[in-house]
């Protein structure tokens, strides 16, 4: 008896072998015969092989248990179809794999269970077809091995033919969902942030699993400067974000919208202290060596708040630091606050002192503004303004009145040492 081994190139010929074997009649006929057979065993294997498709069907509708079933049947159908036209792979229409492949990937099904029942179909396929070789137990003719052989290779070309067509689809529909999905939230975000009133928002919220009336915060994460990079470096912030930010809210919403990476985030009471104390230790170093700072708006309710959020976060974003390249923005000072927006009016309003007290202060590397600005925190105590900034108190008071001689004010009078504080921020 002849061996059974078979090399790479007779299995490259399994084609020839089967369209020449004295069997093939029969084959083509069991198939034919067995249409009822593949549909139920492929079915059967399926779901207890399969945990992902068995949970879906038990939860699935009725419509879903009919698509599934009219499935299994067009691949019986398919089979029979190549087997009955010279075992030609490229003879039937495969769309109904694509529509497949297609719907899988709208339902967020994992493309390797997908692919597991293929693998699985591949096996009833192979036995249904050996099923009509007859041979006794002891002994296999050599045309029946050499068929068997031939049609284990053709339906492992049959399975991976077809498992291509519906991966394909499934990446072609996946990629579609993300841009369709990515321009959706960006419509989104833009409408949220320009159109606050707009009636249809609360429509669209539905999409992204917010809810209209919840509580929101607005964190904006921004790149200071300018690179050929600024793509991959706005990615790589949103990433980190994500990982640090989505743990701590139950709903949100990310998105890159001219040059910023913004979250829009559903929280609870005190949620900007808590973002800001889980982003600013988290990804501190990463932020200042990559030029990169955090604004936090305060906690707001209502999507039509998201607006003003947005430019509470813009606020905070520019009073960070190096030192600080995260801010929430109730951790602004009013003072500050006030002066980043004053309009153009206020810095008309420049007295005759204010270039000279800014040249003195540089020249005194600092210490004047700074004595000054201490010494108001301080309730103008000058003994808790000289223990802050580690100095004798009469150095504290010799500053003070420095700042009295140049601007020709009182160092006793609040008005007075605010009026010199705020002329001197929006000049220097």
Same mark, same amino acid.
């Given at each position: 008896?002849?061996?059974?081994?078979?090399?790479?190139?007779?299995?490259?010929?399994?084609?020839e072998d089967?369209?020449?074997?004295p069997?093939r009649?029969?084959?083509?006929a069991?198939?034919?015969k067995?249409?009822d057979h593949i549909?139920e065993?492929?079915k059967?294997?399926?779901?207890?092989e399969?945990?992902q498709?068995a949970?879906l069907?038990?939860?699935g509708s009725?419509?879903?248990?009919?698509?599934?079933?009219?499935h299994?049947?067009?691949h019986?159908?398919a089979?029979i179809s190549?087997?009955?036209?010279?075992f030609?792979?490229s003879y039937p229409?495969?769309?109904?794999?694509?529509?497949h492949?297609a719907?899988?990937?709208r339902?967020?099904f994992?493309l390797a269970?997908?692919?597991?029942?293929?693998?699985i179909g591949?096996?009833?396929?192979?036995?249904?077809?050996c099923?009509a070789?007859?041979?006794?137990?002891n002994s296999?003719?050599?045309q029946s091995w050499r &068929?068997?052989?031939? =049609?284990s290779v053709?339906?492992f070309?049959y %399975?991976? +033919?077809?498992?291509? $067509?519906v991966?394909? @689809?499934?990446?072609?529909?996946?990629?579609r969902?993300?841009l369709?999905d990515?321009?959706?939230r960006?419509?989104?975000?833009?409408r949220?942030?320009r159109y606050?009133?707009d009636p249809e928002l609360?429509?669209?919220?539905?999409?992204?699993n917010?809810?209209?009336?919840a509580?929101?915060?607005t964190?904006?994460?921004?790149?200071l400067?300018?690179?050929a990079h600024?793509?991959e470096?706005?990615?790589e912030?949103?990433?980190?974000?994500?990982k &640090?930010?989505?743990? =701590?809210?139950?709903?949100?919403l990310?998105? %890159?919208? +001219?040059?910023?990476? $913004?979250?829009?985030? @559903?929280?609870?009471?005190?949620a900007?202290?808590?973002l800001?104390?889980?982003?600013?230790?988290?990804?501190?170093?990463?932020l200042?060596?990559?030029?990169?700072?955090i604004?936090?708006?305060a906690l707001?309710?209502?999507?039509?708040?998201v607006s003003?959020?947005?430019?509470?976060a813009?606020?905070?974003i520019e009073?960070?630091s190096v030192?600080k390249p995260?801010?929430?923005?109730n951790a602004?000072?009013?003072?500050?606050?006030?002066v980043?927006?004053?309009?153009r009016?206020?810095?008309?309003m420049?007295?005759?002192?204010?270039?000279?007290?800014i040249?003195e202060?540089e020249?005194?590397?600092?210490?004047?503004?700074?004595?000054l600005?201490t010494?108001?925190?301080?309730?103008m105590?000058?003994?808790k303004?000289?223990d802050i900034l580690n100095?004798?108190?009469?150095t504290?008071?010799?500053r003070?009145n420095?700042v009295?001689?140049?601007?020709?004010r009182?160092?006793?009078?609040?008005?007075d040492?605010?009026?010199?504080?705020v002329?001197?921020?929006?000049?220097?």
């Amino acid at each position: 008896m002849k061996s059974n081994n078979l090399s790479a190139a007779n299995l490259s010929t399994w084609r020839e072998d089967v369209l020449n074997s004295p069997l093939r009649p029969a084959v083509v006929a069991h198939v034919r015969k067995s249409r009822d057979h593949i549909v139920e065993e492929s079915k059967k294997a399926n779901l207890r092989e399969v945990p992902q498709l068995a949970k879906l069907l038990a939860s699935g509708s009725a419509e879903e248990l009919q698509r599934g079933q009219a499935h299994y049947e067009s691949h019986a159908e398919a089979l029979i179809s190549v087997v009955e036209n010279d075992f030609d792979i490229s003879y039937p229409d495969f769309d109904f794999v694509a529509r497949h492949g297609a719907h899988r990937a709208r339902q967020k099904f994992p493309l390797a269970a997908t692919l597991h029942g293929y693998r699985i179909g591949q096996r009833v396929c192979w036995m249904t077809l050996c099923d009509a070789l007859t041979f006794d137990e002891n002994s296999m003719p050599e045309q029946s091995w050499r &068929l068997m052989m031939a =049609l284990s290779v053709f339906s492992f070309e049959y %399975i991976n +033919h077809i498992s291509s $067509i519906v991966a394909d @689809a499934y990446y072609e529909e996946t990629r579609r969902l993300e841009l369709t999905d990515s321009t959706a939230r960006a419509e989104f975000v833009d409408r949220l942030i320009r159109y606050p009133d707009d009636p249809e928002l609360v429509a669209s919220a539905a999409r992204f699993n917010l809810t209209p009336k919840a509580d929101f915060v607005t964190v904006v994460a921004r790149g200071l400067g300018s690179s050929a990079h600024d793509y991959e470096l706005l990615h790589e912030m949103r990433r980190r974000m994500e990982k &640090l930010l989505f743990p =701590l809210c139950t709903h949100r919403l990310a998105e %890159i919208r +001219h040059g910023d990476v $913004i979250f829009l985030l @559903a929280a609870t009471g005190e949620a900007d202290r808590k973002l800001e104390r889980a982003l600013d230790p988290a990804i501190h170093d990463w932020l200042s060596e990559n030029n990169c700072r955090i604004g936090i708006s305060a906690l707001r309710q209502g999507l039509n708040s998201v607006s003003g959020s947005y430019k509470d976060a813009l606020m905070a974003i520019e009073q960070t630091s190096v030192e600080k390249p995260v801010l929430r923005y109730n951790a602004i000072s009013l003072l500050e606050h006030l002066v980043s927006n004053a309009s153009r009016t206020a810095y008309r309003m420049k007295p005759a002192w204010v270039e000279s007290l800014i040249e003195e202060n540089e020249r005194a590397r600092g210490v004047l503004l700074q004595t000054l600005n201490t010494y108001i925190n301080c309730r103008m105590s000058a003994k808790k303004a000289a223990d802050i900034l580690n100095i004798h108190t009469n150095t504290v008071y010799q500053r003070i009145n420095r700042v009295e001689q140049i601007c020709s004010r009182s160092g006793s009078s609040p008005p007075d040492l605010i009026d010199i504080l705020v002329a001197a921020r929006l000049h220097l």
